[in-house]
């Protein structure tokens, strides 16, 4: 069992956890994420290791409340225990000190999920500017924690309502046109949005990376659910990735495949929401 030390609501539909499992903080390197299942019946779900602490043996993630089993993690509390937390899994960012800037770009909860990158590119000796983009104000985070090391912030929200109004692309277009040296661009958020950023960046010819959070279940490359098309071929997001050049992703056919389990989910949120009560829901 795994104890949660630290719950916190970061904004109305994220929280953050800091979670006792202490091989994992040794080992686990930026890019990395685990898998929970939170009870012995419950599902397995793919989270990204935001953050790390090996002296006190504790990871830091943040999860969004989209369904059944992320919105029961949101009702989970400071010494309340996770049946199994798996991993580091996945390929580490591959890092090293580059020949011109890093931007990079996150889409809402891929923040959390950007910021681990970011950091160790900073840590590298490269130039990171990173561009935030969330739906409203409300819902901005970690902007504090870029601000910390980032070169360059820039924020924006779909509404207007803080930063520059429009997407991370309406920013990114604008330092793109100026021809800033940008040597990579490591892009982390919904599908949508990492699509919008490659048929960008496609036409700079900058190396753009993505993250995909393609759906997974098993994550050791047996299962294939994950299953995603890069350059033509079937790669595995779990052990092949989460990484890969977004120029090459088939991106189309991630959106239809995440879509695949769209009522199903529905319903299962629904009736835990049922069964837990309206006061929680
Ligand atoms: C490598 C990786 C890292 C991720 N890191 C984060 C993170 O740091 N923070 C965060 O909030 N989310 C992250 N996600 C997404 C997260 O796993 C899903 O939001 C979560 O599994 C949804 O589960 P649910 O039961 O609450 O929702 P459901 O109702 O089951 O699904 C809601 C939506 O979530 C996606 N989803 C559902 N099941 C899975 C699954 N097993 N694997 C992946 N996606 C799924 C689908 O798009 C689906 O439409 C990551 C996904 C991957 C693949």
Known sequence: MFRIVERQRVNPEVNRFVIEASIIAQKRQPGQFVVFRLHEKGERIPITIADADAQAGTITVYVQELGKTTFQMGRMNAGDEIADV??????????????????????????AEVLPIARKHKEAGNKVIAILGYRSKDIVILEEEFRSFADEVYVTTDDGTYGREG?????????????????????????????????????????????????????????????????GETRYACVHGPEFDGHKVNFDLLLKRLASFKEEEKISLERYQAAVGAQDA
């Open 86 to 111: 798996i991993g580091p899994l996945g390929n580490p960012t591959p890092i090293e000190k580059l020949d011109g800037e890093v931007f990079a770009i996150a889409g809402g909860v891929g923040s």
């Open 167 to 231: 997407f991370v692309t309406t920013e990114l277009k604008d330092h793109l046109e100026k021809g800033r040296p940008i040597a990579e661009i490591i892009a982390v958020g919904p599908a949508i949005m990492m699509k919008a950023v490659c048929d960008l960046t496609r036409h700079y010819n900058i190396k753009t990376m993505v993250s995909l959070n393609s759906i997974m279940i098993d994550a050791t490359g047996m299962c294939g659910v994950c299953r995603v098309e890069v350059g």
